[in-house]
């Protein structure tokens, strides 16, 4: 299957962005939505008219609980297995609660819940980087080296400790670079460092993971072997129950990082899944430039503090004033770029981190469960070296919602608005748009073109892509003409 | 007509003595004796012929850039007999009111100074030296005690003395009337008024186009965006200050912005530029300053805690440390109404021999200061060139705007202006601010002085920033306060 079908003129076989059908579509009276989460995503869900939220969930066999305001986290292991029947109609859940109940919980048409099941083959850094290399690889049979290249996005990665041995020929074949561990499925920084030399592993491997090293090896080597079908819930439950494996990646440190005040940042972006097959992704134009307190140098191997850019880790850098919030608006970024190197290079940028999203989804695009009811909104993780090449450090299934300053407030309400508008609970949209809010459909089972009109850069007739990343983000205005004349063509059908 | 011309020689040869002192000089002197073996030139019409040379090779476009600097910043003689203090500022009361504020801003440092027993400069021992150089790049993580510091004055104190400026030959008369001003400046200045404000900034009117307008993602690009583009790049490839002035009236692509600044401010990095800031950045690393606390302090109060500025820290002491120490900014006081502070060597107090200039450019940085510098670490980040393009912002502009003069540009008149304008177009608005006790130039007056710096996006600030390179004239700061109280 080549991908990059000959783009077909935007008002020929427009295909719908995947509205659901018949039941799906009734409006309904109200939306009862449940979220364990507070902050941002609870003020919006709160505010937004015709939802309610969902009491005290009730338990299958017990009484039920006075009526309270705050929905409450369910305590892990108490729901009994079976079917139980929800009584909310969207629920922005925890990927714990999903890992737990997902299989044993009957969701009617409408309902939406926001994660899919298996997202952990993107997320967990080991899994997404089995499954770029195996797509990588099909891509170079099918269509060849140049455009496998393209998927030259993520830094040589190695899983540990199954890779072990191919990670030291690679190491001994670059001698003196610097190399990155981390965990898999840890988040905000916790338990990654920096190391040259193999001698600073062998310590760590006999340390704190030595133990759970030779349990792991003893089992077969299961990670080893990708199953055609992918790692099924059944896996990872297993390890679950099992004592847990801390199980790392090594990855190559991007040593030329692009420093802006001779500080290092990364990028976080947001894209916006419906589904997966067929696949459906939207690309937000807000985002964030976070950026390291410290200067950047490679001999302070040890300062966590200047080679990590989470916003969880500068917060106990001595150097942290809260005031400032180390972040940039990616707008911001996006014209200091330009000022520095001209539009037609930032362009070229930009473009090259679309090609990082949509190859990094098709990567799993086989493997994962496509439920109609899931949707999901990764934060990606993305640093640009010195050459203006973006790389990708990680996908989040849950990006952080909660706002570090006013502004940051303002983005994450906005874009979890502009998510549940795309999501469309209340049926309104018709499955044409193109943009809603400061969504862009990005991709919609093959490239969305931009509006006809629109002059392209290279003027070789290539492909203009729907994105606008770091673009002015007038959604307001958007929103209320979209849904005027949703309005109007709603009157004019009635 | 004799006096316009004897006006014009007197200018020429101005600037002719001006130029014969610079670097350029001494390199078209070089480049014409060079010239002498192209085989173009002969002996017979050898004047023309090197003139026909320099225009080819580009010299004389330089040399023409050079005089138009000369001519943007200095201020034409009014008359050849006028002595150098009229030059400065030809108001009397002016001229005054600024002495008796720098008396006062210069007894706040010397307070300052025996308070916490400091000197106001002192040699660095040779390890807190070698520690400083190490640290060039990264000063922004020293993390010096700075609580017992504070600023010499902040805009609010500035803007008292203003308010309290009275020109004593003027009679305002106790009865209101139509012509009484409501605002807090009390000084009669001519300001332009709405008509005169529309011809002076006949680019910006509505039928012209704009960059930060005309631009938007609404308007296809051929109509004005991709057209300004194209003439911004032939601008600067014939490298024509006079013709940047002028473009830049309607705004900077934001690819063209640094060069074309760099163009009309008349900065291009010579090899003599930087050894001249290394070397600065050498008496910065032997000798320490009182201002340099100051000035730290100032960095960490304000740009640090800015949303967008935080990142630029470092390149902020870079430019601030040597700027204090560069005597060649002492240059600029022939025309603003400020004079340098004197210092003594210590037991010759008030023996000029051994007076000397403190800070050695002779500006106390204020409240803010620093601002003046972060927007412009957005469009160079090589040291040296940033720091030429700020010192020729700063002796072109922003001295104006906390320096007491009658100059339209000087802030005094920037607030008059702004008053004016409010008071005649939005008097409701005024009149009722003045009732709350809300006088709208408290307001504005922040954002005058620091030249919008800090309470503008950084995109909008450089478009405005361009006006001000374009008109060469800060009125548009007033306009653009009045624009905000709309």
């Known amino acids: ?494 | 007509m004799l006096q316009e011309e004897s006006d014009l020689s007197l200018v020429i040869a101005q600037i002719v003595q001006k130029l014969k002192g610079s670097n350029l000089y001494a390199q078209l002197e070089r480049q014409a004796w060079a010239s002498l073996q192209r085989p173009e030139i002969k002996l017979e019409s050898l004047k023309e012929d090197i003139k026909e040379f320099f225009k080819i090779s580009g010299w004389e476009k330089k040399l023409q850039n050079a005089v138009y600097s000369e001519l943007s910043v200095f201020p034409l003689p009014s008359h050849p007999a006028a002595p150098p203090e009229h030059l400065k500022e030809p108001l009397v009361y002016m001229r005054k009111a600024q002495g008796s504020w720098e008396k006062r801003i210069l007894k706040s440092l010397n307070s300052m100074c025996t308070e916490l027993s400091i000197p106001l400069a002192r040699k660095r021992p040779v390890g807190e030296q070698k520690e400083l150089l190490n640290k060039w790049n990264e000063m922004g993580t020293d993390e010096p005690d700075l609580s017992l510091f504070r600023p010499v004055y902040a805009p609010k104190d500035f803007l008292e003395v203003l308010i309290n400026l009275r020109n004593p030959n003027y009679e305002n008369g106790d009865s209101l009337s139509f012509r009484t001003h409501l605002g807090l400046i009390q000084v009669p200045l001519k300001v332009k008024d709405i008509p005169e404000l529309k011809e002076f900034f006949v680019e910006l009117g509505l039928t012209t186009g704009q960059l930060g307008i005309d631009d938007s993602t609404q308007v296809p690009p051929e109509l004005f965006e991709n057209e300004h583009v194209r003439i911004g790049q032939k601008v600067l490839a014939e490298q024509d200050s006079a013709a940047a002035q002028q473009y830049i009236r309607q705004g900077s692509p934001t690819a063209l912005r640094a060069e074309l600044w760099a163009l009309i401010l008349n900065i291009s990095s010579q090899p003599e530029d930087i050894l001249y800031y290394e070397q600065l950045k050498t008496n910065v690393i032997q000798h320490d300053l009182l201002v340099d606390s100051l000035i730290y302090k100032d960095v960490k109060l304000t740009a640090s805690n800015d949303d967008y500025y935080f990142v630029f820290e470092d390149y902020l002491y870079q430019v601030l440390l040597c700027f204090s120490r560069d005597t060649s900014v002492l240059g600029h006081f022939a025309y603003n109404s400020a004079s340098p502070p004197k210092s003594y060597i210590r037991g010759k107090l008030g023996l000029e021999e051994y007076a000397v200039f403190y800070p050695p450019n002779g500006v106390i940085p204020f409240h803010g200061f620093s601002m003046y510098v972060a927007p412009l670490c957005f469009l160079y980040h090589e040291p040296s060139k940033l720091y030429q393009i700020f010192r020729e912002m700063y002796v072109r502009f922003f001295f104006r705007l906390h320096s007491i003069s009658s100059h339209p540009s000087g802030i005094v008149s920037l607030c008059l202006l702004f008053e004016t304008l409010l008071q005649t177009y939005l008097p409701q608005l005024f009149y009722h601010l003045r009732e709350i006790g809300a006088q709208p130039l408290r307001i504005s007056f922040k954002w005058m002085v620091r030249a919008f710096s800090g309470y503008l996006a950084t995109d909008q600030l450089l478009l405005l920033w361009d006006r001000i390179l374009g008109y060469n004239s800060l009125e548009i700061l007033a306009a653009r306060a009045y624009c905000q109280l709309l």
């Not at chain 1, 001698?199 to 792991?216: C, E, P, Q, V, Y």
């Not at chain 1, 299934?397 to 303002?410: F, I, M």
């Not at chain 1, 469309?424 to 949209?429: F, K, S, T, V």
Request: hydrophobic fraction near 35%; proline fraction near 5%.
């Open chain 1, 1 to 494: 299957m080549i991908l990059e079908k000959d783009p077909k003129p935007w008002n020929q076989n427009y295909k719908g962005h995947g509205l659901s059908k018949g039941k799906e579509r009734e409006q309904r009276a109200s939306i009862r939505f449940k979220t364990t989460l507070v902050n941002t995503l609870m003020d919006v869900l709160r505010h937004r008219p015709g939802w309610v939220e969902v009491k005290e969930c009730q338990e299958a066999s017990g009484p039920r609980v006075a009526d309270t305001p705050v929905v409450q986290r369910e305590p892990k292991g108490s729901r009994q297995p079976g079917f139980v029947e929800g009584d909310w109609d969207f629920y922005w859940c925890d990927v714990s609660w999903l890992r737990e109940n997902f299989d044993h919980t009957y969701m009617d048409e409408h309902v939406r819940i926001s994660h899919f099941r298996n997202h952990y083959e993107l997320t967990r850094k080991n899994y997404m980087v089995k499954n770029l290399k195996r797509f990588r690889k099909q891509l170079e049979r099918e269509a060849g080296k140049l455009e496998a290249a393209k998927c030259d996005f993520f830094p040589k990665t190695f899983e540990m400790p199954c890779e072990y041995h191919l990670f030291v020929e690679e190491f001994r074949k670059n001698p003196g670079i610097t190399w990155i561990m981390k965990p898999v499925a840890r988040s905000q920084g916790k338990g990654i460092f920096l190391f040259r030399r193999l001698k600073d592993i062998m310590d760590w491997r006999k340390g704190t993971a030595g133990k759970k090293l030779t349990s792991s090896e003893a089992q077969p080597a299961r990670s080893a072997v990708n199953p055609p079908g992918g790692h099924d819930a059944r896996s990872s439950e297993d390890q679950k129950d099992e004592i847990p494996v801390e199980n790392y990646v090594a990855q190559r440190y991007i040593e030329n990082p692009y420093l802006i005040g001779g500080r290092k940042f990364d990028l976080r972006v947001y894209v916006l899944v419906m589904s997966y097959i067929p696949l459906r992704a939207w690309l937000y134009r807000d985002g964030f430039a976070r950026f390291s307190n410290t200067r950047f140098t490679l001999s302070s191997i040890d300062d966590q503090y200047v080679h990590l850019t989470n916003v969880a880790v500068q917060k106990t850098s001595p150097d942290y004033h809260p005031k400032k919030g180390c972040k940039w608006m990616i707008q911001r970024f996006r014209q200091y770029l330009a000022s520095k190197h001209g539009p037609e290079a930032v362009e070229t940028l930009f473009s090259d981190m679309d090609n990082i999203f949509i190859r990094s989804l098709q990567s799993v695009q086989k493997v994962i469960i496509s439920d109609k009811h899931c949707f999901e909104l990764y934060g990606y993780d993305i640093l640009i070296d010195q050459d203006l090449k973006p790389w990708l450090l990680e996908v989040n299934a849950s990006p952080s919602l909660t706002a570090s300053s006013q502004e940051d407030y303002e983005l994450k309400t906005c874009l979890l608005e502009d998510t549940l508008h795309v999501v469309d609970m209340e049926a309104r949209l018709t499955g044409r748009e193109k943009r809603v809010g400061g969504f862009d459909l990005m991709w919609n089972d093959g490239p969305v073109s931009r509006e006809e009109g629109a002059p392209d850069l290279s003027g070789m007739g290539n492909f203009v892509t729907n994105t606008h990343l770091g673009c002015v983000n007038d959604r307001k205005k958007q929103l209320r003409q979209l849904f005027r004349s949703l309005q109007s063509q709603k009157k004019a059908s009635s």
